[in-house]
């Protein structure tokens, strides 16, 4: 396994969990993870409840019963109610931050399985793939394994905006995403009372400022409640600068030989859907639960492509219209309107009674500006 992340730390924990030889090489000292919270989807929750993790996630995360699209004025342009979800799966989405998710992977597989500060070249794949019966390349972004078995041409391309992305204390605030022109600020809660914001803007490649707090405020300063209050909590926290990119041309297979790719490595795909780590985790415990089983990997590999490789590249193309659909500064007013007439469409909680108090003080559940 090339790469001890999401996917590839499911993968591995997939074949222990059979008795299979596994062995993870990882470019970084420590296993840990950085940065956003997580929407787990039910195809996700499905993938950990495969490796015994699922419930242990629900109890960590926080269940994510809506979310609310609004203007930067604060008018809500739509609802979604994730809760619907739940008659139809079972299950509620659950937001976790991408370092509990990690530790929960880490500390469930034997730490002598996984060799840390051990990074893999595009050179050393061929000596792997002679050496062990199957390679995983679980290497994310700039994946090596990708690079040696599939060439350059593939690659991560510029989606033409990047994100700012912190985490800060802040029970209780709802799920949502708040539009600009050629922007928005997206709130989910986490775990332990903490509050994810993230804030892509179109720029070009490498554009971000060096002073996060500076661009912030000059950007969302003026917005609707909760994005002013909740930069100025950041002020002081880390903040990250996230070029957010995806993969192209797609890859005409995820298996070489028996060399087999797996989540960002495979299919890198832009935030836009939140839909990355679920699909990492879908690849990575549906290859090692039917690689555990069968004494001939070359089959399960070929149907591991047949049935991961188009499902999870059509999530990708998914996210990036979605991606150009709300950040295109001329594209914004179709935008709002289609957002609100799906929030039209949609609705189907009865309307709240006049001068009823709702949970948004400031917005109503009609779209209509109360403030
Ligand atoms: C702002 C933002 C928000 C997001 N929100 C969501 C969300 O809500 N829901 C969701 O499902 N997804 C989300 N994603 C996407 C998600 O984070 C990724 O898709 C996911 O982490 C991919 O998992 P992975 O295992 O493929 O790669 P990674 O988790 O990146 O793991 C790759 C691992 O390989 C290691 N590695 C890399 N190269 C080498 C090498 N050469 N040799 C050895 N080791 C190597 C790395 O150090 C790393 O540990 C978001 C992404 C961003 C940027």
Redesign the pocket.
């Known amino acids: 396994m090339?790469?001890?992340?999401?996917?590839?730390l499911a993968c591995a924990l997939a074949l222990h969990q059979q008795n299979r030889d596994v062995t993870v090489?990882?470019?970084?000292d420590r296993?840990e993870g950085r940065?956003?919270?997580?929407?787990?989807?039910p195809e996700?929750l499905c993938a950990l409840d495969a490796i015994g993790l699922g419930e242990r996630v629900r109890r960590t995360g926080v269940a994510q019963q809506e979310m609310r699209f609004r203007r930067s004025d604060g008018r809500t342009l739509a609802r979604l109610n994730v809760g619907r979800l739940e008659r139809r799966t079972g299950d509620l989405p659950v937001l976790i931050s991408?370092a509990a998710l990690i530790s929960l992977l880490r500390d469930a597989l034997p730490s002598a399985l996984v060799r840390t500060g051990?990074?893999?070249?595009p050179a050393d794949v061929a000596d792997l793939c002679a050496e062990y019966d199957v390679v995983v390349g679980?290497?994310?972004?700039?994946?090596?394994v990708r690079e040696a078995r599939f060439g350059a041409a593939h690659r991560p391309r510029y989606s033409g905006y990047s994100?700012w992305?912190g985490m800060v204390p802040s029970d209780g605030e709802v799920s949502q995403e708040i539009f600009g022109r050629g922007r928005k600020f997206g709130v989910?809660p986490a775990e332990g009372g903490l509050t994810n914001w993230?804030a892509p803007i179109r720029v070009p490649q490498g554009g971000l400022g060096d002073d996060p707090m500076v661009q912030l405020r000059e950007l969302f300063g003026d917005w609707c409640d909760p994005v002013p209050s909740l930069i100025e909590r950041s002020a002081g926290a880390e903040i990250l600068n996230?070029p957010?990119r995806y993969l192209a041309p797609r890859l005409p297979s995820f298996v070489s030989g028996n060399a087999v790719l797996?989540?960002?490595?495979a299919h890198?795909?832009t935030?836009d859907l939140?839909?990355?780590?679920?699909?990492?985790l879908a690849d990575?415990v549906a290859l090692g639960t039917r690689l555990a089983k069968s004494p001939d990997p070359e089959p399960v590999l070929n149907q591991y492509d047949r049935e991961r490789r188009r499902p999870s590249q059509r999530v990708a193309t998914a996210a990036r219209l979605l991606g150009a659909f709300t950040l295109r500064p001329g594209l914004s007013n179709l935008r709002d309107l289609t957002f609100r007439a799906a929030g039209t469409l949609t609705r189907h909680e009865p309307r709240p009674s006049r001068g009823a108090n709702t949970a948004s003080a400031s917005v109503s559940d009609t779209g209509v500006r109360t403030k």
Request: one cysteine or more; aromatic letters at 8%.
């Open positions: 090339v790469g001890g992340g999401i996917g590839g090489f990882e470019r970084r296993i940065g956003t919270a997580l929407g787990m989807w996700a991408r051990q990074p893999v070249g679980a290497d994310g972004i700039g994946s090596a994100a992305i989910t993230y996230y957010i797996i989540g960002d490595a890198l795909m935030a939140g839909q990355g780590a679920c699909q990492a990575g």
